[in-house]
T-cell receptor, first 110, second 117 residues
Framework: RKEVEQDPGPFNVPEGATVAFNCTYSNSASQSFFWYRQDCRKEPKLLMSVYSSGNEDGRFTAQLNRASQYISLLIRDSKLSDSATYLCVVLTDSWGKLQFGAGTQVVVTP | DADVTQTPRNRITKTGKRIMLECSQTKGHDRMYWYRQDPGLGLRLIYYSFDVKDINKGEISDGYSVSRQAQAKFSLSLESAIPNQTALYFC????????????????FGPGTRLTVL
């Protein structure tokens, strides 16, 4: 079983709509969680960190469910520029080793 | 100028050749990492370094070696390239975590697309 699992998608979303997707992790001791964004053939970039029960950054909301060991990302009022692959990243080690999910592709259509 | 640079950006080579991928950063970070990315798989850690004198193996270090020539430079070598090392390679850097945080943001270079024939 992979340590971090994501639905690969693609999630096809009309512009202006809301999309949400989850990521599950296997290590119950994991403490920190992140969402990174990766555009096609580009480097990943941090979208947001999830340190407690969840947080919001503009149109993006991340939630953490420790009991069920998943985090979610919700994007409201989707823009064409939100089209990307979203990587779920979990801190599995005390020194900072990160485990990356394979990513969820989101395609926002006009 | 980009904070994390990688050279070359693209490379096609043949089985058995020695290849070196280079990474430089101007962020002043002590921690540097090498990952590879394959379709359908997440980024996998090859090697990491917390400072010039510190080198550690990641989860898939076989067939690779690294050199940390300076705080700003971290090179990845494939001593004898094989086709299953065809992948997208990323270098990343991060700062020491601040108080109360277990990990700091990782900043990635633009990647090197390596093809081994």
């Amino acid at each position: 079983r992979k340590e971090v699992e994501q639905d690969p998608g693609p999630f096809n979303v009309p512009e202006g709509a809301t999309v949400a997707f989850n990521c599950t992790y296997s290590n119950s001791a994991s403490q920190s969680f992140f969402w990174y964004r990766q555009d096609c053939r580009k480097e990943p970039k941090l979208l947001m960190s999830v340190y407690s029960s969840g947080n919001e950054d503009g149109r993006f909301t991340a939630q953490l469910n420790r009991a069920s060991q998943y985090i979610s990302l919700l994007i409201r009022d989707s823009k064409l520029s939100d089209s990307a692959t979203y990587l779920c990243v979990v801190l599995t080690d005390s020194w900072g080793k990160l485990q990356f999910g394979a990513g969820t592709q989101v395609v926002v259509t006009p | 100028d980009a904070d994390v640079t990688q050279t070359p950006r693209n490379r096609i080579t043949k089985t058995g050749k020695r290849i070196m991928l280079e990474c430089s950063q101007t962020k002043g970070h002590d921690r540097m990492y090498w990952y590879r990315q394959d379709p359908g798989l997440g980024l996998r850690l090859i090697y990491y370094s917390f400072d010039v004198k510190d080198i550690n193996k990641g989860e898939i270090s076989d067939g690779y070696s690294v050199s940390r020539q300076a705080q700003a430079k971290f090179s990845l070598s494939l001593e004898s390239a094989i086709p299953n090392q065809t992948a997208l390679y990323f270098c990343a850097t991060s700062d020491l975590p601040t108080s109360g945080r277990a990990a700091d943001t990782q900043y990635f270079g633009p990647g090197t697309r390596l093809t081994v024939l």
